[in-house]
């Protein structure tokens, strides 16, 4: 009688504690545009998890650098000053060298194999290990697949590249890559590019469609090349103290909500390069798409860069051969 007694009591107490929980609200920042899929994934994230925890979780969206840049934000939800962020997954690489698999040149074949990956077991895995950092990550989404830009003449081969200055996020991993193309790869805040490319600083930017809409590049690039090295992924974080005080109910809409937005968001980045693929035309701006001797020299350049980096970690290596057995949608 008194066991049972005792379990009552106990259940009654976390009754309580759960029924008087209070609701929270989150300040999330992110570097971009409110144009950009960035943006776009916060703001789906928002709708789902309000919805699906009753308004008892409640998202407050910082856009456009307010609450810092990329790295800023990166450090900010870390060490807890910002609640979440959408951020880029290069920006964290330093911190986990497996976060490199995500943006492996030629990796990923497409935006549906995008949404397979970002799903997968072995990108959990990776995702995983933010938490020895004090984060939570709670997805990943996409910003865009990436392309060249150059403010002088298209480029249509790989020595057409030789020696532009062009910008890469500061990445020892994109670095490498660019080297081994042959271009003179130029680390830069996100936040600096507009203005070199302005003033000549740089020769071409290695970037998605979807910033060269929203960051209105298009005012100064010149042409763009369809080059498609990697996608530019976002991780949706959480600073882990501040998940771990949620409890568990509020925990589950914000897994739920983050989980079911993969697939809308990142094929919405697929529509919207379209889109831009068209505003670029009626710019006047040229679009070349690569022939395939260039995507063949492309490919053979960054091949070494692609096996050194798949022998940095055994994450790194098993997602890699995950994404090698895709097979490219019917388009």
Same mark, same amino acid.
């Given at each position: 009688?008194?066991?049972?007694?005792?379990? %009552?009591?106990?259940?009654?107490? =976390?009754?309580?504690?759960? %029924?008087?929980?209070?609701?929270?609200?989150?300040?999330?920042?992110?570097?971009?545009?409110?144009?950009?899929?960035?943006?776009?994934? %916060?703001?789906?994230?928002?709708?789902?998890?309000?919805?699906?925890?009753?308004?008892?979780?409640?998202?407050?969206?910082?856009?456009?650098?307010?609450?810092?840049?990329?790295?800023? =934000?990166?450090?900010?939800?870390?060490?807890?000053?910002?609640? &979440?962020?959408?951020?880029?997954?290069?920006?964290?690489?330093?911190?986990?060298?497996?976060?490199?698999?995500?943006?492996?040149?030629?990796?990923?074949?497409?935006?549906?194999?995008?949404?397979?990956?970002?799903?997968?077991?072995?990108?959990?895995?990776?995702?995983?290990?933010?938490?020895?950092?004090? &984060?939570?990550? @709670?997805?990943?989404?996409?910003?865009?697949?990436?392309?060249? &830009?150059?403010?002088?003449?298209?480029?249509?081969?790989?020595?057409?590249?030789?020696?532009?200055?062009?910008?890469?996020?500061?990445?020892?991993?994109? @670095?490498?890559?660019?080297?081994?193309?042959?271009?003179?790869?130029?680390?830069? +805040?996100?936040?600096?590019?507009?203005?070199?490319?302005?003033?000549?600083?740089?020769?071409?930017?290695?970037?998605?469609?979807?910033?060269?809409?929203?960051?209105?590049?298009?005012?100064?690039?010149?042409?763009?090349? @369809?080059?498609?090295?990697?996608?530019?992924?976002?991780?949706?974080?959480?600073?882990?103290?501040?998940?771990?005080?949620?409890?568990?109910?509020?925990?589950?809409?914000?897994?739920?909500?983050?989980?079911?937005?993969?697939?809308?968001?990142?094929?919405?980045?697929?529509?919207?390069?379209?889109?831009?693929?068209?505003?670029?035309?009626?710019?006047?701006?040229?679009?070349?798409?690569?022939?395939?001797?260039?995507?063949?020299?492309?490919?053979?350049?960054? %091949?070494?860069?692609?096996?050194?980096?798949?022998?940095?970690?055994?994450?790194? +290596?098993?997602?890699?051969?995950?994404?090698?057995?895709?097979?490219?949608?019917?388009?």
């Amino acid at each position: 009688m008194r066991k049972f007694a005792a379990c %009552a009591a106990f259940g009654a107490s =976390l009754f309580a504690t759960t %029924a008087l929980a209070e609701p929270v609200t989150l300040r999330l920042g992110h570097p971009v545009f409110e144009a950009h899929p960035i943006h776009d994934t %916060a703001v789906r994230f928002k709708e789902a998890v309000e919805r699906i925890s009753n308004g008892d979780v409640t998202v407050e969206i910082y856009p456009a650098r307010q609450l810092g840049d990329v790295k800023e =934000l990166a450090e900010g939800v870390q060490f807890g000053t910002v609640d &979440m962020t959408v951020n880029s997954t290069s920006a964290y690489a330093t911190l986990e060298p497996a976060i490199d698999a995500f943006q492996l040149p030629g990796a990923i074949p497409d935006y549906e194999g995008f949404v397979t990956m970002a799903k997968s077991a072995e990108a959990r895995a990776i995702m995983d290990r933010l938490e020895n950092h004090g &984060m939570v990550a @709670l997805g990943v989404y996409d910003g865009g697949l990436r392309h060249f &830009m150059t403010v002088g003449e298209p480029v249509e081969s790989l020595e057409d590249m030789k020696g532009l200055k062009t910008r890469v996020a500061p990445n020892r991993m994109f @670095l490498d890559a660019w080297s081994a193309v042959g271009v003179n790869p130029t680390p830069m +805040a996100y936040g600096e590019v507009y203005s070199a490319l302005e003033t000549g600083t740089l020769d071409a930017v290695e970037i998605n469609l979807t910033s060269i809409e929203s960051e209105k590049y298009y005012e100064i690039g010149k042409a763009v090349t @369809l080059t498609g090295q990697y996608f530019w992924p976002g991780f949706l974080l959480v600073n882990k103290n501040k998940f771990d005080s949620l409890t568990p109910e509020q925990q589950a809409a914000m897994r739920q909500a983050a989980d079911e937005i993969v697939e809308p968001q990142v094929m919405a980045v697929k529509e919207l390069d379209t889109k831009v693929l068209k505003r670029l035309d009626e710019l006047g701006i040229p679009v070349v798409t690569p022939s395939d001797a260039f995507k063949a020299e492309l490919a053979a350049a960054f %091949a070494p860069v692609v096996e050194q980096y798949e022998a940095i970690d055994p994450l790194i +290596a098993d997602f890699s051969a995950k994404a090698k057995m895709l097979t490219p949608a019917a388009q």
